[in-house]
C-alpha cells in the first residue's frame, strides 16, 4: 500500500518539523553524527551529481542505514563486496562487484526514482525518508511517530520494530532519527530546504512593532557568542529564538545564545541585525 503525500500529511510533516526539540539526553550524540555527515559532504555531493537528490538526503539515509559505513550498500546495510541479499536483493544489477560506494548510493536512489525532479520540499523530503522505511508505523501502529525520523526527540518515546514483522511496544530506539539530523543541520545553516522563503516575504514584519502574523514579538535580545550569566537574560534570548522559528523556513535552537544564527534570523524577519551586532553598524 502507498501513502499519498496529501495536503494534511504535508501539514504534519511541517508542524512535527518546527515543534522538533533534541532531547537533552542525547543532544552531544546528535551532534557528533551531525558532524560525521559533514565531513564525507563531499561523496554525498558525487551522489547529487549522478541522481540530482541534495546531498542531506544522501547523507541522512547513510546514516540510518549503514551507520555511515563507506563499506555497505546504501540500500539496506548489505557489503560493497556483494550484491545486496538483502530487501531489495541484487542490487546494483549492472556492473561488477566490489562497487563503488558512490555507485551503489546512486542505485539505491534511481531503485527509489529519486531525482532532481522529486518535490524537495521540508515536506517532501520528510515524506521520502519515511517512505525510503516503509510505511508500517503509519498503517499499522500510527499511535507511534516512526523513530527513523522522530528518534532522539520530544515526538519520539518507544516503540519499534526489533525484526521484520517484530514489533515491540516497549522496545526504544537506539539510533537518531533522521528528521531530527536534518532540523540541525537545517539550525546551523549547512544545507537549505526547497521551499524556504525569501527574505522579502517577511519585508512586512520590519515595519510591525508588536502584534504580526507569528505572534507578539518578544524583548531583543543583545547579540554576544555566549550564554549570558543571568537566568532571564538567556530566557530572553531563547523566547526570542522561538519566535523567529515560529516564521516558516527559519530553525533555531532554542539554546539562549543570541549569536550570528540568531541575528541573521533576526535581520531575515526585521531587516535589522541584533544590537550589538557589528555587521549592521
Not at 548489505?78 to 546494483?92: F, H
Not at 499499522?140 to 515491540?168: E, I, K, M, Q
Request: one cysteine or more; hydrophobic letters at 35%; charged letters at 30%.
Amino acid at each position: 500500500m502507498s501513502i499519498r503525500l496529501t495536503d494534511a500529511l504535508r501539514r504534519e510533516y511541517e508542524q512535527l518539523f518546527e515543534s522538533c526539540d533534541i532531547l537533552p539526553k542525547h543532544q552531544a550524540e546528535v551532534e557528533r553524527s551531525v558532524e560525521r555527515l559533514l565531513a564525507h559532504r563531499d561523496r554525498y555531493r558525487a551522489v547529487t551529481e549522478r541522481r540530482g537528490v541534495p546531498w542531506h538526503f544522501v547523507a541522512l539515509v547513510h546514516s540510518l542505514e549503514s551507520g555511515c559505513s563507506f563499506r555497505c550498500h546504501l540500500h539496506n546495510g548489505d557489503p560493497l563486496t556483494a550484491r545486496t541479499v538483502q530487501v531489495p536483493a541484487g542490487r546494483p544489477k549492472r556492473g561488477t562487484p566490489p562497487f563503488d560506494w558512490e555507485v551503489s548510493a546512486a542505485d539505491a536512489m534511481a531503485l527509489k526514482r529519486l531525482d532532481g525532479d522529486t518535490d524537495w520540499s521540508l515536506a517532501g523530503t520528510l515524506y521520502q525518508l519515511e517512505r525510503y522505511n516503509g510505511w508500517g508505523y503509519r498503517m499499522y501502529h500510527s499511535h507511534v511517530l516512526s523513530p527513523y525520523l522522530w528518534s532522539f526527540s520530544s515526538h519520539y518515546t518507544s516503540g519499534r520494530y526489533v525484526a521484520d514483522g517484530r514489533w515491540s511496544d516497549t522496545a526504544v530506539s537506539r539510533q537518531c532519527g533522521a528528521a531530527v539530523l536534518l532540523r540541525r543541520l537545517v539550525e546551523r545553516g549547512e544545507t537549505d530546504l526547497a521551499d524556504q522563503p525569501a527574505a522579502t516575504l517577511y519585508a512586512e514584519v520590519a515595519a510591525e512593532p508588536a502584534g504580526d502574523k507569528a505572534g507578539k514579538r518578544p524583548l531583543v535580545s543583545h547579540h554576544r557568542m555566549r550564554r549570558a550569566k543571568r537566568d532571564e537574560e538567556t530566557e530572553k534570548a531563547q523566547r526570542l529564538q522561538r519566535w523567529l522559528t515560529s516564521f516558516p523556513g527559519i530553525f533555531l535552537k532554542a539554546d539562549g545564545i543570541p549569536g550570528d544564527r540568531t541575528s541573521d534570523a533576526y535581520r531575515l524577519v526585521t531587516g535589522h541585525y541584533l544590537p550589538g551586532d557589528k555587521r549592521g553598524e
